[in-house]
């Protein structure tokens, strides 16, 4: 038998070295394989739950301003999202107590205690709605007024003992409504009240300005996604979580706990003034909060009017204007401002859009309700 030369020794043991060697690395492939495997799933079940936490809505409630006020919101932790609406709703609760005139002690209250005595000095914010306040009365000819108060009190409005003023009541108090008398000073921040029997009432406005601070402590918090409804003032911060747009059903005026429309939104504040919100009946007739501060006397002309705008504070102010306008005057200053837009209901039903609206508005059929937020639920801050 012939043996193989010690150069064919050398290639054979080459040979069976180089197969070790290539299982092993192959071992180790698979190896390495399996755990980049592994890394890749562990990787995903953390991010798919990372992702799945930072989705979760958070809803709360809480009694302010004499209102539910709902909040929701999208946040990654139960933690953060307990942090995030305590904040939230303690500024809420500390502007309604500066802004508030049925609040002892308020500013509002301390202006006007000292009508036609002294200027008092506020906090740089009440100086700051109640700028915005004279502004929209000025922009509305009068028909939104911060001075409406005493209007209010001889209605009965602001402690809800409801009666009808004689017509030599509302004569002897419409001097005192003229928002062009405050003296404002908003660098010194006083405001002044320069006849005795004034008073400011910033409830048209303020819950509005108290939402657009809720939803800016939701931005500087990191929210994307959120939701703010103070019984009818809503702000909206984004689409809903899922890329929708809100859904958000306007109340019909006529048949409680039903909606007339829905409208979808990304973003804003949407706000409605109706007949219906704060109302008494007497001698077979009815009464509502929305008073004309020309004639002292309800406005009669529509039955809700909801206002689209960039801050809830905007459309607070002008959902009263708009209200107390009428359709034809109140449409023309909707369609002069830009960001804003309008959806009218007149007493008989009858729906009026200004021309932004338009193919965003869906008219439900009678008794049908909309699993959607229903806006229309305004009370008195």
Not at 40 to 68: E, P
Not at 119 to 137: G, S
Not at 142 to 157: E, M, N, Q, Y
Request: contains cysteine.
């Amino acid at each position: 038998m012939t043996r193989p030369s010690a150069d064919d020794q050398s290639t054979g043991g080459g040979e069976l070295k180089h197969g070790a060697a290539t299982r092993r690395l192959r071992a180790l492939r698979s190896a390495l394989f399996f755990l980049l495997a592994v890394a890749v799933v562990v990787g995903a079940y953390y991010w798919a739950g990372a992702r799945a936490r930072s989705s979760q809505l958070h809803r709360y409630h809480s009694l302010l301003m004499d209102t539910d006020v709902e909040l929701a919101f999208q946040t990654g932790s139960a933690r953060e999202a307990s942090a995030v609406q305590e904040a939230v709703f303690g500024e809420m609760v500390r502007l309604e107590g500066l802004l508030s005139r049925s609040r002892e002690g308020s500013d509002i209250d301390r202006v006007n205690n000292r009508a036609g005595r002294e200027p008092v000095v506020v906090n740089p914010e009440t100086a700051a709605v109640a700028a915005a306040a004279l502004h929209y009365a000025s922009l509305s000819d009068g028909a939104f007024d911060p001075t409406v108060a005493p209007l209010l009190d001889r209605w009965g409005f602001l402690g809800r003992e409801f009666r009808v003023p004689a017509p030599e009541e509302l004569e002897a108090v419409l001097p005192l409504v003229d928002y062009t008398r405050v003296e404002l000073d908003p660098a010194a921040g006083r405001i002044y009240l320069p006849r005795k029997g004034m008073s400011l009432d910033l409830g048209g406005i303020a819950k509005g300005y108290i939402v657009d601070r809720g939803m800016a402590l939701l931005r500087e918090a990191g929210i994307r996604h959120a939701f703010l409804n103070a019984g009818g003032d809503i702000a909206l911060l984004g689409g809903k979580p899922d890329g929708t747009p809100w859904r958000i059903g306007v109340r019909h005026p006529r048949e409680p706990g039903e909606c007339i429309a829905v409208l979808s939104l990304e973003g804003g504040a949407v706000v409605t003034s109706g007949d219906y919100e704060r109302l008494f009946t007497a001698g077979g007739r009815s009464y509502h909060h929305i008073l004309d501060p020309r004639s002292g006397y309800p406005a009669a002309e529509l039955a809700s009017v909801t206002v689209l705008a960039g801050t809830a504070m905007e459309a607070d102010a002008l959902s009263t204007a708009v209200f107390v306008l009428g359709p034809e005057r109140g449409l023309s200053l909707v369609e002069s401002l830009s960001g804003v837009e309008a959806l009218l209901i007149t007493v008989d039903l009858e729906m009026i859009t200004s021309t932004g609206l338009d193919g965003r508005v869906e008219r439900l059929e009678e008794k049908q309700v909309p699993a959607a937020n229903t806006i229309g639920e305004r009370k008195a801050i």
